[in-house]
């Protein structure tokens, strides 16, 4: 972002994700929303010298990012289509183990990263047939995965359904605590000097002259050289948006489910897909086991439908989860956008907003590399090659024939479908 208007000049030292920079001009910093977006945006750039607020409509981390199971799959999860995401999440997943040791030792708290793999199961022959087709169509695109038989699935975790006839193994893929992250990543932000005002909602973007001068809280108007929209799924709603800068994001409900293994002797070790779930153990015994994909709109209500659903893949691959006691039960809305890739960077002809939103399904794998290419661009207003496809502007053009914006989507019909 060019420097404009009242700024201060700081010398600073950038935090080890950004490129480096003179001391300059740093603008004032307004972030919209303090889910796992919008607080390590804060925390970059406050590291950096900026002065940043950042507001959130109710607690910090409580979106999204708490409802999320935080695997790190940029591997296992990349599907036919979405090719053109994969430059992104690779990225960030290299960005992980360094960002997680800053991170760490910043603020003295854990976000247990785990890089020790993640495996696909199939469990009958139609099960092999469909892995192996995303097997061949993974590797095809570089990916680093192994193909297991029956017994090394069983050797890897032994307590899965002994019928497992096959897996996948990707490395590379794992997982963090999602919602350590969130307190861990408010920590960093305060400590930066970032200013945290939770349960304050932004009622409207203030735009002047075509650019965004602030945000408005409480009937008041808060002055600032850049607004970063992360909103989550609640991008759109925002009032004031010039009709170029409302990110078609909508929310894509989630419902999830934790189960209480012995933490000494778990049930399993590893992230696992069998299908029509996922199962992610944690350090301290708990089992996630997630997750539906409905859309929904705003309904956040669990139903006996999607538990079940979900119980019932989780036994069938897991038979022990019988005897575990269920902890906790809650749903979520991932930031779906209009074609399931997030939005980030400069908004043509709003100067001074900045998007941070769309992450949908993989928004914890994409905390780091947003975190450094968005708070990059911030400071120096280089878009980044990696940023560049992910622009707003993208979605400039003639509307889908059926009127919805929704990936031409029913919102009320129910995808079933098992998605992080
Ligand atoms: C069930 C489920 C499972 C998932 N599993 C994974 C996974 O395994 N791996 C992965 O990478 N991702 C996963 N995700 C996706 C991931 O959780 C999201 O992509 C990510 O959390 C998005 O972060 P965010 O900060 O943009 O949004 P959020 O965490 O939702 O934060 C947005 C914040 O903005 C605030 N806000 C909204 N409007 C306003 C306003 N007007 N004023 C002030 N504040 C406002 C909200 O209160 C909220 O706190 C999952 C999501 C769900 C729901």
Redesign the pocket.
Known sequence: MPAKGDRKTVTHIPPSGISSRKPAALPRVVI????????SLAWRLASAGCTVDV????A??????????????AAVETEPGEQPLLPLTLDSQRRWPAFAAELEAYTGLPVDLRADGTMQVALTRDDVEVLRAGYEFQRGLGLNLKWLSGAQVKEREPWLNPRAAAGVLGADDG?VD?RKLAVALKAAALKAGARLHEH????ALSVSGGRADGVVVGGVLRAADVVVL??????R??AGLPDAAVPPVRP?????LALRMDAAQPLLRHVVWPPKCYL?PRLDGRLIV??TTEEKGWDDRLTAGGVLALLEAAWRALPGVEELPIEEMW?????GSRDDAPILGPVPDVDGLVM??G?????????PGTADLVADHILTGRVDPLLAPFGIGRFQGPRPQNGTDQRGTDQRAIDQRVR?
């Open positions: 919209i929303g303090a889910g796992c977006i919008g607080l507001h959130d409509q109710g910090a981390g409580l979106g999204a990012t708490h409802a999320a199971a935080g695997m790190l799959a997982q999602n304050s909602a932004v009622q992360a909103a989550g799924a609640w991008s709603q925002l894509v409900k989630g419902q999830m992610v997630g997750a749903t979520g809305f991932r930031p941070a939103t992450h949908h399904r993989n928004g914890i794998l994409l905390t992080a």
